[in-house]
């Protein structure tokens, strides 16, 4: 076990730590409902009950994470985007649905985000988490907007239905134990649980080319 932290960038450092070792564990174990504090505090190095100086809760460890994710996303979609102009909705798709699509653990988190953890931490700590999410999410807009053909709202809705999708789609993708075997017994069943990556840029093209043909029409004729 490793010393406790005492300077301000080893208790930053121990913090990245144990989100490490919470991710990696997500990616072996196959998501983040099987990862215990325990397992994380002893891939971090930590006494079990040093993640208790960083982290008040299970749910607090997770919602960092996610919110790390979000940032990891628009980090991903600006670099993605960086110099290019004209993206077409298909294209923007394409965008969206590789890059969170190379972030497992935070779509798995979106849906957990969701069901409990904003709700399961003190106010403070959901109001944080809200405005770095939110704050990621605006400068993702911003990097699409200035990249593509698309409108704000269009390129807002897209990447909510991107959310949505990912987080969805990964459940269905990542089943449990007693699902993979059911799976395996009756492969017409598990077909679905195949095709992550592929199913999510169908739908995300295909939403985005919805959206702004939705868009020319209402213009066309807006009652």
Known sequence: MRDRARSVEDKAQRSEDLLDAAE???VELGGVRFVTVAAVTERAGLHRTGVRRYYAS?????????????QRWR?????????RSGLR???VA???????AALPVFCDLLSHVAMSLEGDVDLERARRYKTNSFRAHDDLIEA???ASTMTVEELQALAAAAGAFAAGF???????????RLYAEVPEWGHVALDFGPRLNLL?????????????????DPR
């Open 24 to 26: 990696s564990l997500a």
């Open 170 to 180: 990964w459940q269905v993708s990542h089943p449990t134990p007693t699902l993979a």
């Open 58 to 70: 299970r749910e607090e460890l997770f919602l960092e994470l996610a919110e790390r994710g979000w």
């Open 204 to 220: 995300l093209r295909a939403t985005a080319v919805g959206l702004v043909h939705t868009d020319e029409r209402t213009a066309e």
């Open 89 to 91: 909705p298909g294209e």
């Open 75 to 83: 980090d991903a979609v600006t670099a993605s985007v960086a110099g």
């Open 144 to 146: 699409l907007d200035r």
């Open 94 to 100: 394409a965008v969206m649905a590789e890059t969170i």
